[in-house]
């Protein structure tokens, strides 16, 4: 296991009817004045806005509000973001709603205390200083809500890059499993392919003796196995729809990737094609994975033996374990299909004669120098590989 520091200082507050509480934890973390950020109108025909404004106005809380977050978020409501709070003095940031409204806030968040442009953080500069943000988290699947990353899609050029910092840490997420039970079936496995993603990027380390995060990514992917078909057979199951939000939370804040390297090559692979498509980015993954992981099975076979068999179930083949690892990268695939994620580039509404620009963007664009490194070295001969394997 190799050294580290974990640092995770948000707030959970988890349950039923939690987010009538907004108002009070945003007191307590101390704002005055609140910036309602939320995305295309799903929280406003649920309630769930109303209920939010209505434990502000309770708590003598003044806010202004910002909606109109996309999926794979934009720049340009960014900048309206960070004009609207520094016109109005905000001190505080509440996402109500999914990842790309949560890392909407957090970028907004950067860029208000920032005297540069905000997309300096999205080109490397580590994000030092924040306003505060809280969250009323929708949807489980990013873990923008327990992680220090926000992902934010330049219009110009559609790049989509990834900030970071400890600042940007929600100082609360309210997560209400119930506030899920509206999600579309599509949306749901999308969010389930995220997580899974999110476990299988951190397993695929090259570090040794890592058994505890081991289990632990296996214990939640086998939840993740045993709850996902049951809330897209009932999308009111609230016991699922609880373990698979923790699950999300826990598979993303880091917990289970502290003293190991890891992955990320798959969801670098993604970003291009939810930035190009604008496709759900966790069916992009349900697509990417099995593309990656198999390109990637002979870098260590016996790690993807090992998930084969303590997660899928594969029976060991000591003779030949690429055999097992195979077994279990299919099973990754078929499970993916079976809660209804596509499986290659015609299903995802991506084309085959974009592969040369989708392989220039990922190497070369925004600062980057051929490849792309996380538990093996990609350049731009292998990632056109990859993608070919997707078609
Ligand atoms: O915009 P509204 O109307 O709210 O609809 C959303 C959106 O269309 C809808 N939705 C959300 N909650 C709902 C609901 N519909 C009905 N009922 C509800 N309760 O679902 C759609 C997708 O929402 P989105 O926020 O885009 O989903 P997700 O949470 O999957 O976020 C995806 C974004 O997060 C980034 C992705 O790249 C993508 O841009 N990621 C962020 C990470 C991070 N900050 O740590 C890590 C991830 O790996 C990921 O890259
Ligand atoms: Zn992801």
Redesign the pocket.
């Known amino acids: 296991m190799e050294n580290f520091v974990f640092y995770s200082p948000t707030c959970f507050v988890f349950g039923k009817g939690t987010e009538a509480t907004a108002g009070q934890y945003v007191k307590k973390f101390g704002g005055t004045k609140v910036l309602i950020h939320?995305?295309?109108?799903?929280?406003v025909r649920?309630g769930l806005l109303d209920r939010v404004k209505k434990s502000l106005n309770d708590c003598s809380i003044p806010f202004v509000e910002l909606g109109g977050?996309k999926?794979?978020?934009r720049s340009g409501l960014v900048y309206e973001g960070i004009d609207l709070c520094k016109k109005e003095n905000v001190d505080f940031i509440l996402a109500v709603?999914?990842?790309?409204?949560?890392?909407s806030s957090k970028a907004i968040a950067a860029g208000v205390v920032y005297d540069g442009d905000f997309w300096d953080f999205y080109q490397g500069k580590r994000i030092e200083e924040a306003l505060p943000v809280g969250t009323i988290l929708?949807?489980a699947?990013?873990?923008?809500e327990g992680?220090p990353?926000?992902?934010i899609t330049k219009e110009e050029g559609m790049f989509?890059r990834g900030a970071s910092g400890d600042a940007i840490r929600p100082r609360f997420s309210i997560l209400n499993p119930e506030?899920?039970q509206?999600?579309?079936a599509f949306?749901s496995a999308?969010?389930i392919t995220?997580i899974m993603a999110?476990l299988y990027e951190r397993y695929l380390t090259n570090s040794e003796e890592v058994e505890v995060t081991d289990r632990l990514i296996e214990g939640l992917l086998l939840t993740m196995i045993h709850e996902a078909p049951r809330v897209i057979e009932n999308p009111n199951n609230y016991e699922a729809r609880a373990n698979i939000m923790w699950a999300g939370t826990m598979a993303?804040n880091n917990s289970c990737g502290v003293g190991r390297s890891q992955d990320w090559n798959s969801?670098s692979i993604e970003?291009e094609l939810?930035a190009l498509y604008d496709c759900?980015?966790?069916a992009g993954l349900a697509v990417t994975m099995p593309a990656v992981f198999t390109y990637e099975m002979n870098h260590n076979v016996m790690r993807f033996a090992k998930a084969a068999v303590r997660v899928w179930g594969c029976q060991m083949d000591f003779e030949h374990p690429e055999v097992t690892a195979k077994a279990g990268i299919e099973a990754l695939r078929n499970f993916l299909i079976s809660i209804g994620m596509p499986k290659n580039f015609e299903e995802l509404g991506a084309k085959e004669e974009d592969i040369p620009k989708l392989v220039d963007v990922l190497c070369n664009g925004d600062g980057r120098k051929g490849s792309i490194s996380g538990f093996t070295t990609l350049n731009e001969e292998d990632c056109t590989k990859i993608y070919q394997m997707m078609v």
């Open positions: 939320y995305g295309g109108g799903s929280v649920s977050v999926p794979n978020p709603g999914g990842g790309s409204v949560i890392d929708t949807i699947a990013a873990g923008s992680s990353d926000s992902v989509k506030l899920t509206t999600l579309p949306q999308a969010g995220d999110h993303h969801h970003h939810s759900a980015h966790g």
